[in-house]
Structures are given as C-alpha cells and as structure tokens.
C-alpha cells in the first residue's frame, strides 16, 4: 500500500524563526518523486518543494529545505527564517515514477507562524 | 499565463441531485486530475485524464465519472449525490512525466 503519514496536526513557529514538518511515507517502489505543498487559506495549493528519490542530494528553495532519508522512509521539510506568508497548510506527498500519474498526499500539518 | 482554472467555485446541492464540475488546466499541459478533499483531509485522488481518456482511477465509484474534451479542459461528474460528497473538488494540471502537479483553487460542493 502507498501511504504518507504526517504526525503533526498543528504546529506553530515564531516569526524569524526556524520550524521543521515530519512527513514519512510507504511504498514498495524504487522510483519515485516527494512533494510538499503549501495550501494557503485562499485554497490553492502550491508546490513548495521536489525530491527525487534517486537523487541523494537534499533538495532546496530558499529558505525551504528538505531532510530525504530514503532507507527510513522520511522526509522532513524545514522552514527557516519563518515569515507570516508562511501560514499554510502543508501537504507531503509522493508519485512514482515513471507508472506513476496518481499522488498520494498526507493529511496535512496546519502551520502558525506567529508574530 | 493563466493557470488552472475551475468553475463553479461554490455550489450547494441536495441529495440525489448530480452536478458538473469543470476545469480548464494551464496553458500547455495535457493531463488532467481530480481530486477530493474533505474537510481537514488531504487529497484524495479521483482520476486521471489524458488524451480524452481516463488513464487511472483511484476508489471511487461509477458515480464519478469524467470527461476530457480536445481542448484539453475537463469535467467531472457526480450523479446521486451523498451528503459525503460534500468537499472541495480540485482539478490538478500536468504535462508529460514532469512529476509536478498545478492545481485550481478548487470547487466546493456542499450536499444538503
């Protein structure tokens, strides 16, 4: 079964500074890409970052980063220097690759950043 | 550039009744998903249309169905309608195996 678990429900962070989401995943594939998204309170969800998993390099956007750790199944995303535009819901989720076309997404990490 | 855009963005219905939800995916893209989200949950794959065909299919019954017109645009259909169906309906737009998904702010569906 393909399955991504997030075990924060909520979260909070201070403005400035630095907030760290847990995501881990199940899949009996090899090949296969990891996805956060940000999912505003305007509804529209937004790709916040990419992994490949064949790459070991962990992946970052600027103040957006990820921690890959493929034998453990987990991928973690860290938020530095917190801004208010940060608050979101924030969605893991995994495709395979190449068969894949659906997603499987987590139930999500509702993030504060407070001022 | 416009991105993907859905209509309606609200609509309300009673049970029994069916509705069409449509979407129009980003300039340069091909495939189109759905997916539904119910309150706090994540998105929950519906399906997938590529070249005007249904490619996949997550767990959902014969209710959904869907549509891709040579435009591209899609629709999706939900006959018999449940007070579970109640959600926020998106539509995701892709091109080729790019692994990334670009999705519309969605259509919520509130069944009476």
């Known amino acids: 079964a393909q399955t991504v678990t997030q075990s924060q429900p909520e979260m909070s962070v201070q403005e400035a500074e630095t907030v760290t989401l847990s995501c881990t995943y199940d899949?009996?594939?090899?090949?296969?890409?990891l996805f956060w998204y940000k999912q505003p309170p305007s509804r529209q969800m937004i790709l916040v970052i990419r992994?490949?998993?064949?790459?070991?390099q962990n992946a970052t956007e600027n103040r957006f980063s990820v921690n890959f750790q493929k034998a453990a199944k987990s991928f973690s995303l860290k938020i530095s220097d917190s801004q208010l535009g940060d608050t979101a819901m924030y969605f893991c989720?995994?495709?395979?690759?190449?068969?894949?076309?659906?997603?499987?997404f987590g139930t999500g990490t509702s993030l504060t950043v407070i001022p | 550039d416009a991105g993907v855009t859905q209509s309606p963005t609200h609509l309300i219905k009673t049970r029994g009744q069916q509705v069409t939800l449509r979407c129009s995916p980003k300039?340069?893209?091909?495939?189109v998903s759905w997916y539904q989200q119910a309150l706090g949950q994540g998105p929950q794959f519906i399906f997938q249309?590529?070249?005007?065909?249904?490619?996949q299919r997550g767990n959902f019954p014969d209710r959904f169905s869907g549509h891709q017109f040579p435009n591209y645009s899609s629709e999706l259909n939900v006959n018999a309608l449940l007070l579970g169906d109640s959600a926020l309906y998106l539509c995701?737009?892709?091109?080729?195996?790019?692994?990334?998904?670009?999705f519309g702010e969605g259509s919520r569906l509130t069944v009476l």
């Open positions: 995701a737009s892709s091109r080729g195996e790019t692994g990334e998904l670009f």
């Open positions: 899949t009996s594939e090899n090949n296969y890409y």
């Open positions: 992994q490949e998993a064949y790459k070991q």
């Open positions: 989720a995994f495709t395979t690759f190449p068969t894949g076309n659906q997603f499987y």
């Open positions: 300039s340069g893209h091909d495939t």
């Open positions: 249309y590529y070249e005007e065909e249904e490619r």
